[in-house]
């Protein structure tokens, strides 16, 4: 099993993921920024850290994985201020980046969205476009690095039960998937290496997610 170190703990995709892994018998670490969530990430059977990723510098970031085997980043500014939400979704993860590799942290998984991508055609003047600028620029920072990555890019995201099915591809468009799924294709991917420097979109779906993701 692997160590697993999650940044941005306390997301709604963050918590299941912890507890999925903690319970199939990964040693989970979540990173949060508030200690009054801390109760939350120890209920599901992770470890919480609290630290500022906003704050901190590649190498105190690097101190703080550790051991770590699997680096996942599933923190976000959650919209609003602008310069924050590009100091979150891009600034600090592309310092996380470099904080893995300087630690060395073989495996880096990023939590992005289905329409991440250099031409996501939102225009500068809707106010979603610097958190779709933020998200693309990181992504494209992780797909040029030398880590072993994978670029999850789920659709709009929704808080039905999961049904373990999902459809994989950029050919079709952008539909929903729960929250549930997306914790269980970032769990399949931690426990199979052989899923490396591929991005992969996914809709909710008729195809079984092992299934989806070997053939993807």
């Known amino acids: 099993m692997s160590a697993v170190t999650i940044i941005g703990g ?5 918590l299941r993921l912890a507890k999925v892994l903690s319970e199939s018998g990964h040693e989970v670490t979540s990173w949060v920024r508030d200690p009054l969530q801390v109760p939350d990430i120890e209920k599901g059977g992770a470890r919480a850290a609290v630290n500022d990723v906003e ?99 789920p659709s709009t995201l929704t808080d039905d039960p999961g049904t373990g099915r999902i459809s994989v591809g950029d050919d079709q468009q952008s539909g929903s998937v729960s929250r549930d799924d997306v914790a269980a294709v970032a769990a399949y991917v931690i426990d199979n290496p052989g899923i490396s420097r591929r991005t992969i979109r996914f809709n909710s779906g008729d195809t079984p997610i092992s299934e989806a993701l070997r053939s993807g």
């Open 10 to 14: 306390h997301g709604k995709i963050a």
């Open 55 to 153: 704050r901190m510098s590649p190498e105190e970031m690097a101190d703080a994985l550790g051991d770590a085997d699997v680096l996942v980043w599933s923190a976000g500014a959650g919209g609003g201020n602008p310069e924050r939400t590009r100091a979150v979704d891009h600034d600090a993860a592309v310092r996380s980046m470099d904080a893995a590799a300087t630690a060395g942290v073989p495996r880096y998984v990023m939590v992005s969205y289905f329409g991440s991508k250099p031409d996501h055609g939102v225009p500068q003047d809707n106010s979603f476009h610097t958190y779709a600028q933020a998200k693309a620029d990181a992504d494209e920072a992780l797909r040029s690095s030398d880590l072993d990555w994978v670029v999850l890019g």
